[in-house]
């Protein structure tokens, strides 16, 4: 991995042009590099804010802009070390210039996501609140950003540190009653080590009970919209999008490809995909968009499934309501403002329905909650904490795992080494999420996923 001993200096502000960008140097000679080429350099109060000028190359005498500069000293700063944050005007230019001053003055361009991964390895924060740091900036939906906050806050690292605390001191003293055999079960009585492995599995089988409301918040869905031709498969599509992205017609077979979009339902993050009408039809341009809508429904989590209550339902809509039975759907029955020819309890069992028209209703209110209730599928979004990601879930599960096994193993009164083998699996699961062991390889991978600057 990166050197964790330079001075390293990136724009921390989205690239392009604003009121203002930050200019962030981190590390060792991040104060002498400020020096170097701000004026008011070495007379930077800690934590206090200094409208002061910046000066670079070629011409040392002439100022490049009027900035703010702080200066936030180790270990009291994002990353732990010295840092030097400077606001200039927000000028791709003259972010770029103050950048290749610092370098010159001795530091060196930031990797991605090097600032956080220095915060990491100092202790500014676990694994997960470094993660958390990258969920947060990427957030499209408030829900995505308030599960992600939490978790910067610090409540999986406290749920998950707690458990690994205990797991320490059950281990220790189990460990102690090995080491002293004369004392007996003196330090570990197996009746209390039973009862207290099954609530520690307990606990980390209540964080994971809210996962999967964590993951569908953090990750969305692919929701695929299906329907013969003409039913307002499209119409569907641009209602729940709020723009007219697709083209509506009233000729059958308009939409041929598959059109992706993402929508904010309910605070989830949806890809929808519009699919041209399933009919069987000579037209090889057509057939392939049917093949297209048929592979779409393949790889959805749930299906909008719209049907035109204007029209006799016939065989295509029955197939596909047959085709679809397995999958988790909505029946969208629409045209609500023509004379109906059939009834919506015409379709029985056929799951979650909702009567709309589509024409006369801007916002299908209806079908965005009954599409959200079908993904949280009753289990809606819990207080904190919640696990929302996968390689965290993952990681619990196995701890949650391998203290079933301790906990039966006390059960069966089993030699103490069999069951310090898997509280030991389930401190290793623990400390992997918090980062607190965690190969090298695996903290790469999360890093490079952030952008420069963070
Ligand atoms: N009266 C009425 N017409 C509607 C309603 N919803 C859609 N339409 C009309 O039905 C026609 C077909 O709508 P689309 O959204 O293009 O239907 P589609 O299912 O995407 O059709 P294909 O792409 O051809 O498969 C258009 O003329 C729409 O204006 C509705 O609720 N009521
Ligand atoms: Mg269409």
Known sequence: MYSPDDTIVAVATPPGRGGIGVVRVSGPAAAAAAGAILRAGHDLQPRRATLTSVVGAPDLERALDQVVATYFPAPASYTGEDVVEISGHGSPVLLRQIVEAVVRAGARLAEPGEFTLRAFLNG??????????????????????????????????????????????????????????????????????????????????????????????????????????????????NRLLGAPRAIVTDVPGT???????????????????????????????????VARARGALQVAAAVLLVLDRSRPLDDEDLALLHETAAADRVIVVNKADRPPVWDAADLQDAGPRVTVSLRDEADPAGVRRALAELLWAGEPLRDTPTLSNLRHIVLVERAAAALARAADAADAAAPEELLLADLQDARAALEEVTGKRTADDVLQRIFTRFCIGK
């Open 124 to 237: 500014r924060m676990d694994l997960v609140q470094a993660e958390a740091v990258a969920d947060l900036i990427e957030a499209v939906t408030p829900l995505q950003a308030r599960v992600a906050f939490d978790q910067l806050e610090g409540t999986v690292t406290a749920a998950i540190g707690a458990i690994d605390a205990a797991l320490f001191d059950l281990s220790a003293r189990l460990e102690a009653s090995i080491d002293f055999p004369e004392e007996g079960y003196h330090f570990a009585e197996p009746a209390a080590v039973a009862a207290e492995t099954r609530s520690l599995q307990q606990r980390a089988q209540a964080l994971l009970a809210g996962a999967r409301a964590g993951r569908l918040v953090r990750e969305g869905r692919q929701v695929v919209i299906l329907g013969k031709p003409n039913v307002g498969k499209s119409t569907l599509f």
């Open 255 to 289: 939409t041929r490809d598959l059109l992706t979009e993402t929508a904010e339902v309910e605070g989830l993050p949806l890809t929808l995909v519009d699919t041209a009408g399933i009919r069987r039809t000579a037209d090889a341009v057509e057939s392939e968009g």
